[in-house]
Each structure stands twice: as C-alpha cells, then as structure tokens.
C-alpha cells in the first residue's frame, strides 16, 4: 500500500507498507504473530515543512485500517533508535512498543 498525504499542491508525507503472509513453517517460529497474517510499515516520512501537523498519524492509521480489512492479527514498524522525533511518535503517540532489536553492521 502506498498513500501520500498532499498538503498545498506538495507531497507533504507518504507511506509504504505492505502484507506479508504467514510461510509454511511458521507455527515453528517463536514469535507469535510469525503464524498469522501482518502488516509492515517500510516506510513513512514527513517533509520538514509539514512535521508536527497530524499527517503521518492519519498515514498510520490509514496503514492499520488497511491492515485490519485484510485479516492481519499485527503490524510493526522499524525506525532509527537515536530519533527524538520518531521513538516518540512510534511509542507514546501511535501506541506501538518495542520487540525487538535489529543490528547492522558495514562491510565496507
């Protein structure tokens, strides 16, 4: 799913997210939504101009209605850990905790 928000005549916020179906070894998987149906925030972002002015919580909701017609039992998002703007979006205004740790590394 991909939906922009348009604020004056300018893409002022998108999102991308997408359905990923349950595989077939998946009731073997420890984490408990790995079975069912979900939904992944790729990506969402937020020109500077328009930050603070709702456009990516309508975006986020519009992603978790979505993700509720097509039977999804959850949704998670990624974003960086050190974000004063996105930590707190994430977890206090949208309600989403965190499960897990993703760690990277380069192989330059």
């Known amino acids: 799913m ?15 997210a997408r359905v990923t179906e349950p595989d077939e070894h998946a009731n073997r998987q420890m984490l408990a939504e790995y079975p069912y149906r979900r939904v992944h925030v790729e990506a969402l972002g937020t020109a500077d101009a328009f ?10 909701e519009a992603v978790e209605a979505w993700a509720r017609e097509r039977g ?14 996105s930590i707190p979006f994430w977890e206090r205004r949208m309600g989403y ?4 740790v ?7």
């Open 51 to 60: 930050q603070r002015r709702g456009l990516a919580t309508q975006l986020v």
């Open 97 to 100: 905790r965190r499960r897990s």
């Open 102 to 108: 993703k760690l990277t590394k380069r192989l330059d």
């Open 72 to 85: 999804a039992r959850a949704i998670s998002a990624e974003t960086y850990l050190d974000s004063p703007v």
């Open 2 to 16: 991909h939906l922009v928000a348009v604020a004056n005549g300018t893409v002022a916020a998108f999102v991308y």
